[in-house]
C-alpha cells in the first residue's frame, strides 16, 4: 500500500472512530468535508472492505456508509450542481443516487464480512447481504428513467458516446446483480458458493460506486448546465409516472410547458460548454452533429404517444399477432383489424354499424350481453378460452374508458396462443432475460 493510500484510510479510520465516540455526524460532516477532496466514493467503497479484513467491526463501519452519503451530498451542492430545486427530477435522482450508494457500500461490508468470517458469523453476514440484495433489484428504476429521459436529450444535442458507454455500464451492473442473486439461490448452506458470492458481492459494491462517482461528478453537472426548464418539465412529468425510489415530499412546479426531444432546437452554446465538466466539455467544444431529424411530419395523426400516418395505422394493425374489434358506448361496432399472422373469426366491412350482439350467434347473445354490462358497471376486462378447429383462441372482453374513466366502448382482442399451450417446454427455452 502506497503512502497516500495508508493515509487516506488512517482519514477514514479517523472518521469512524469518532462516530463511535458518540460524535453527531452533522458535526464531523463540518470537520471532515475536505476529505471528499483526496478520497473518492470508489476509494471509500474500498478502504471500508479493508476495514473489515482488518477486523473492524461492520456496525461501525455502517455507521460510516451515512456520514459519507451526507459528506457527498454537500459537497455536490457547493460545487457542481448548486440551486438545483427541492423535489427537482434531478434533486430526485441525486437522491436516488444517495440511497444506492449507501446500498452498494453496505453490501460491500457485508460481503468483505463474509469473506473474513465461518460458521454462525458468516451465515449472519450472509442473511443480511441477501437483504442489501434485495434492495438493489431495484436500481432498474433508476437506470430507466436516466436513459429513458436524460439521454434522449443529449444524443438530440449530438452527444451520443457519453450516454451509450454508461448505458452499457449500467446494464452491466443490472445483469451481475440479477446473476448475483441466481447464486445466492444456490448458495444457501454451502459456505464456498456463499464465499463466492461474497467475492461478486465486492465487485457488484465497486462498480455501483463507479456508477454513482460518474453520475453526480460528470453526468448531473453537465445536464444541470444543458437543460432548459421545459425539457426538466418533461422529465418530471414522464417520472412520476415511471416512479421513484425515494419518497416525494416536494412537488416541483416548473413554469413553462414540457419540452419533448424532438421540439428542441438542439445546440451546445460556448457558454455552456465552459460550464461544463472537464470530461463533457472537451466533447462539446469539438464539432457536434445535432440529431435534427424531423420526426413529426405532414398529415400525421397525433396521438399522446406519437405520431403515424393513415397507411401506418393500418399496417402496424395488420402486423398485430391479434385481431380486434370496437363496439362504441352504444355498442355498435365501429372498427376492426385484420393480422397477417393470426386468423380468428370471421369479419368483414357488413359489420360496421351493427350492432354488437347480432355479431354472436343467438346462444351467444346472453353472455355477450352480460359481459357488456358488467364492463359498462366497472370491470376492467372479461376472459374466455376457446377453439377453432385444432387452434386454441384466447378472447379478452375489454372495457375502453379516457383519461376521466368513462366508457367509451368495449374492444374484443383475440389472440391464438396454440403454440404456447402444446409446447410450453419449447417457448421456455427460448425466453431471454433482457
Not at 29 to 34: A, H
Not at 194 to 204: G, L, R, Y
Not at 284 to 302: F, M, Q, S, W
Not at 413 to 420: F, K, M, R, S
Request: with cysteine; hydrophobic share 40%.
Amino acid at each position: 500500500m502506497s503512502n497516500i493510500e495508508e493515509r487516506k484510510v488512517e482519514l477514514v479510520k479517523n472518521l469512524i472512530r469518532k462516530l463511535h465516540e458518540g460524535v453527531k455526524p452533522e458535526e464531523l460532516s463540518k470537520e471532515f468535508s475536505d476529505i471528499l477532496k483526496q478520497v473518492s466514493p470508489f476509494e471509500i467503497a474500498l478502504i471500508e472492505q479493508q476495514l473489515v479484513k482488518e477486523g473492524l467491526g461492520v456496525s461501525e463501519i455502517l455507521k460510516l456508509c451515512d456520514l459519507h452519503v451526507q459528506l457527498f451530498r454537500e459537497y455536490l451542492a457547493s460545487r457542481e450542481l448548486r440551486g438545483v430545486p427541492e423535489g427537482h427530477p434531478l434533486d430526485l435522482l441525486l437522491k436516488e443516487n444517495e440511497l444506492i450508494l449507501k446500498w452498494g457500500e453496505v453490501l460491500g461490508v457485508y460481503a468483505s464480512a463474509i469473506l473474513r468470517s465461518e460458521g454462525e458469523d458468516l451465515k449472519d453476514a450472509f442473511q443480511q447481504l441477501l437483504r442489501v440484495l434485495e434492495s438493489l433489484r431495484n436500481v432498474r428504476l433508476h437506470y430507466r428513467k436516466v436513459q429513458m429521459l436524460i439521454f434522449p436529450y443529449l444524443e438530440r444535442r449530438g452527444i451520443v458516446a457519453v450516454p451509450r458507454v454508461l448505458w452499457g455500464r449500467e446494464d452491466q451492473v443490472i445483469q451481475k446483480i440479477r446473476e448475483l442473486r441466481a447464486l445466492t439461490e444456490k448458495a444457501q448452506g454451502d459456505e464456498k458458493l456463499i464465499k463466492e458470492v461474497a467475492s461478486k458481492a465486492v465487485e457488484i459494491s465497486r462498480e455501483i460506486s463507479e456508477l454513482v462517482f460518474r453520475e453526480n461528478k460528470i453526468l448531473f453537472p453537465a445536464v444541470w448546465v444543458l437543460f432548459t426548464e421545459g425539457e426538466w418539465a418533461a422529465i418530471g412529468e414522464i417520472g412520476r409516472d415511471i416512479g421513484y425510489l425515494v419518497p416525494v415530499s416536494v412537488e416541483w412546479k416548473p413554469a413553462v410547458k414540457p419540452l419533448m426531444p424532438y421540439e428542441i432546437t438542439p445546440a451546445v452554446t460556448k457558454e455552456q460548454a465552459e460550464a461544463l465538466p472537464p470530461e463533457f466539455r472537451e466533447l462539446a467544444l469539438k464539432k457536434l452533429e445535432a440529431d435534427t431529424y424531423e420526426v413529426r411530419k405532414e398529415g400525421d395523426i397525433e396521438l399522446s404517444t406519437g405520431f403515424l400516418s393513415k397507411e401506418e395505422v393500418e399496417a402496424i394493425f395488420e402486423s398485430l399477432p391479434l385481431e380486434l374489434t370496437y363496439a362504441d358506448e352504444n355498442d355498435r361496432v365501429r372498427f376492426y383489424t385484420k393480422s397477417k399472422f393470426s386468423k380468428g373469426f370471421v369479419r368483414t366491412k357488413t359489420i360496421i354499424g351493427r350492432r354488437l350482439l347480432f355479431c354472436h350467434p343467438p346462444r351467444l347473445e346472453g353472455m355477450v350481453k352480460v359481459n357488456v354490462e358488467r364492463l359498462k358497471k366497472g370491470e376492467e376486462f372479461r376472459e374466455y378460452w376457446t377453439k377453432q378447429g385444432d387452434r386454441i383462441i384466447r378472447v379478452l372482453v375489454v372495457a375502453v374508458r379516457d383519461g376521466e374513466g368513462k366508457y367509451l366502448g368495449t374492444l374484443e382482442v383475440v389472440e391464438d396462443l396454440t403454440e404456447v399451450i402444446k409446447n410450453p417446454e419449447e417457448i421456455i427455452k427460448k425466453v431471454m432475460v433482457l
